[in-house]
């Protein structure tokens, strides 16, 4: 069974940081390209997810909105994915989505991927 486990969301003041994980399992880890995704109060999920990583080679991508304050790492002897996120802002607060691709598109985007964690609710409190 393929699970994608996001731990570590909480509530946080503006300026604060949080770390975010996403345990992986049920698939080759190594293959695919995990990142994050979010979801705003009353809002839609993102269709352009806020960054990734590839488990291939290493590469990483970030939306503009979040670039110089969020960062993936992944740990691929614990299939783990890591968001460590920075002087973070009150529009930060989403419910955050694990999610993983099998390719590396031209964007970090929904329509591409395979599988979806449950979330992790960020509050940034301002």
């Known amino acids: 069974e393929v699970q994608l486990v996001e731990s570590g969301g909480g509530l946080v003041q503006a300026g604060g940081s949080l770390r975010l994980s996403c345990a992986a399992s049920g698939f080759t880890f190594a293959d695919f390209t995990i990142g994050w995704f979010r979801q705003a109060p009353g809002k839609e999920r993102e269709r352009v997810g806020v960054?990734?990583?590839?488990?291939?080679?290493?590469?990483?991508r970030y939306a503009d909105s979040v670039k110089g304050r969020l960062t993936i790492s992944s740990d691929n002897t614990r299939n783990t994915v890591y968001l460590q996120m920075n002087n973070l802002k009150h529009e930060d607060t989403a419910v955050y989505y694990c999610?993983?691709?099998?390719?590396?598109?031209?964007?970090?985007?929904?329509?591409?991927?395979?599988?979806w964690g449950r979330g992790t609710q960020v509050t940034v409190s301002s």
């Open positions: 960054g990734c990583i590839s488990n291939v080679d290493g590469r990483t």
């Open positions: 999610a993983g691709a099998e390719v590396w598109g031209r964007r970090w985007q929904s329509e591409d991927i395979g599988y």
